[in-house]
Structures are given as C-alpha cells and as structure tokens.
C-alpha cells in the first residue's frame, strides 16, 4: 500500500474508535471563503486526542498545499484592496521553518498554534479564528475568519489582521452576520486568555515531537469530500 494509503487506513481507524491515537498521521485543511473548495491542506501527526483536545504537529519541512493568485502570486504580495477579488488557484509548498503544534477544543471557533524560533525558543501563542473543526476519517476540516490574536510569553496580547477581516467584509466573503459572530468569538477568545485558561496555562509551550516520527506525505487525493462529517 502507498504510504498516503496507509496515512488514510491509520486514520480511518482512530476515527471509528472515536479518536486518533498519537502518531496518527491526518490532515487539518481549510475551505475557501464564500466557497466550497480546499484550499489550505496540511498533513499533521496526532499528538493527543480526547474529549479535551485534539493536538497536533505540523512538522518543518512537510508538504502542503496553499492559495496563490491565479499567476502564482503569493497571496501576501498582492495589495490588500485586489487580494480577495483576483482569481486563486493552490500549490504544493513546503512548510519552512519550525514546526507548530496546533491545539483545539470540541465546538470552540478557534484553534490555539503554539511557534517556536530554532534552538526550541518559545516565542508565542496563535488564536485563529475559525468555523469549529469538523471531523471527518482522514482528518478535520474548517474555514478561516481572517481575524486573528498573538499571545505572548509574558501574557500580553493583541488583535492580528484586523484590516483583512475588514477588508474580506467588504468583498463579501462574509456577511454581518458571520462577521459578528467572528467577533464574539474573539471576545471569548480573549476572557480566556485575560483568565489564563486552557490551553495558555498547560504548559504545551515545552513539549516537543517524538523523535522517531515520520514528516507525513501530502495524499494525491488532498482534496476529496468527506463522505462523513461529525464536530
């Protein structure tokens, strides 16, 4: 069996016994905005979970797939006024740097992704804004909502892309009423980490990958549908 084969069996079976066991390897993807394709794949191993949380890690060097502009313009190019309106299509990449551990909560709209710089420096926390993970057997499926907060070491923190999400409002990739729901979120979002709650106070900032996992390839078939979805 092809080794995206074996990525899929693996997680097929975590799913049926109703999590993924660490070392699975899945894969954490995005649809477009105002659309229904993917856009955004990226393989992850699974660090932990359970009713709490899923965990996982997006190792350095892992091949995925992202938006670029229809000329292969990366999208952080374009100016912010045109960026949403010009025509898209995705490429493989790989992901540079070091890796980041991803944590999310059953139902919560955001995901927690923790960075570190080489040498296993901390360097902070990430809240994306997003729709609440869906499950499915090879993997979780979500879409983006621009709005983003860091989250530093010393517990200080700030709003992150606030002109894209103003600027995604006005191209109409989400209506008022996603929009306030996005905001919501992020009010939520910040109570917790002004109280110091999960995942903040976990101390996932020192953990670190089993040294005998494999980075996970990229399957053929990224971006097929799910035949079964479940939050």
Not at 10 to 17: E, I, K, R, S, V
Request: glycine share 8%.
């Amino acid at each position: 069996m092809a080794e995206g084969g074996a990525v899929r069996a693996d997680a097929a079976a975590g799913t049926a016994a109703g999590y993924w066991a660490p070392g699975t390897q899945i894969l954490w993807r995005y649809r477009e905005n105002a659309g229904e394709r993917f856009h955004i794949a990226r393989p992850v191993t699974v660090v932990r979970d359970d009713a709490d949380v899923l965990a996982v890690w997006l190792a350095p060097g892992t091949e995925c797939v992202k938006p670029v502009l229809a000329d292969g313009t990366p999208v952080h190019v374009e100016p912010l006024e045109s960026r949403y309106t010009k025509p898209r299509t995705v490429q493989r990449d790989r992901w540079f740097g070091t890796g980041v551990l991803k944590l999310a909560r059953p139902g919560e709209p955001w995901s927690v992704w923790l960075f570190w710089e080489p040498g296993w420096q901390f360097k902070n926390w990430y809240v994306n804004l997003e729709s609440p993970l869906a499950r499915w057997v090879g993997g979780v499926d979500s879409e983006d909502h621009f709005l983003d907060i860091s989250v530093h070491p010393d517990r200080s923190w700030h709003w992150r892309d606030e002109d894209e999400f103003a600027q995604a409002r006005t191209d109409g990739l989400m209506d008022d009423q996603i929009a306030a729901r996005v905001r919501e979120a992020g009010r939520s979002a910040v109570a917790v980490i002004r109280a110091w709650g999960a995942p903040f106070s976990d101390g996932w900032q020192h953990w670190r990958p089993d040294p005998s996992w494999a980075v996970p390839s990229l399957p053929e078939d990224w971006d097929r549908t799910p035949a079964h979805l479940s939050t």
